[in-house]
């Protein structure tokens, strides 16, 4: 879809100068970040937006043989914090009953991992940084960096020691997952993640699958003042689906970014 090459152009400052070039540690900068999530999702006197999402999957058998490939097109509405997303197009065809109900169904799987009720005007999958998820990690300033064009604060994380509590099974993955956030250096916002897993995680006690491999990569483009917005997502997951093996590629492109009218 895009190329990373492309996208985000890294050039890197030793470890040693970090701490000449900033006088803020990593918790002082993902605080900020935090609180800049929540301005934004609060959305007071922003324009809503619009814009065109295309995602790729493609599922693989044990051999790397495709066994399925879909294209799917969406129209997303941001406003007010919330972001809306319509389902418009499936592999070049109008999307079907059929396929409407699976993406209500996924969402409302995802809804359910996360331990939230439905959201009726939209969700705040824009907001990442949310405190009760920034609580479980501990943080380290490694890096600075131009992503996009703008100076950006590595900060590497990993879960906290002991790990917290499980109460819903996304908190199994979060307590393996480990990455550098990317933040903007001015507005501190997040402009790019890359995670990945770092031991394998049951689903459901291992009778439903297991999850064996994890990167994942997301990048955000500023729109406008202080408006950032999804533009990349890049996924690979492999492991095990009852009994069998699986592995799933996503990719994901958005575009057209305009106001609302």
């Not at 790729?56 to 799917?72: I, N, P, S, Y």
């Not at 990167?215 to 406008?224: L, P, Q, S």
């Amino acid at each position: 879809m895009l190329n990373f090459a492309v996208l985000v152009a890294v050039a890197t400052v030793p470890t040693a100068q970090l701490k000449a070039q900033s006088a803020l540690s990593a918790d002082e900068v993902i605080q900020k970040a935090v609180e800049r999530a929540q301005q934004a999702q609060a959305g007071i006197g922003n324009p809503g937006y619009t814009y065109t999402k295309i995602s790729v999957t493609d599922e693989l058998d044990a051999t790397g043989k495709l066994k399925e490939h879909k294209e799917k097109v969406y129209r997303v509405f941001f406003q007010s914090g919330k972001t809306r997303v319509k389902l418009v197009e499936v592999n070049g065809h109008v999307p079907d009953t059929a396929d409407l109900r699976k993406q209500t169904d996924n969402e409302l799987m995802v809804q359910q991992l996360l331990g939230q009720s439905k959201a009726h005007s939209g969700d705040n999958r824009e907001n990442f940084l949310t405190p009760e998820l920034v609580a479980r990690f501990k943080f380290q300033l490694t890096d600075q960096a131009q992503v996009n064009g703008r100076r950006a604060y590595g900060i590497g994380f990993e879960p906290k020691n002991p790990e917290p509590p499980v109460r819903h099974l996304i908190d199994k993955l979060l307590n393996q997952i480990s990455g550098t956030l990317w933040i903007d250096a001015e507005e501190f916002e997040l402009a790019r993640a890359d995670i990945q897993l770092r031991s394998e995680v049951d689903l459901l006690g291992g009778m439903a699958g297991r999850l064996r491999h994890l990167v994942y990569t997301m990048i955000r483009t500023r729109i406008a003042d202080g408006i950032w917005l999804n533009s990349f997502t890049s996924g690979d997951f492999e492991g095990r689906k009852l009994l069998d093996s699986m592995r799933i590629k996503t990719k994901s492109e958005s575009s057209n970014f305009r106001p609302c009218t």
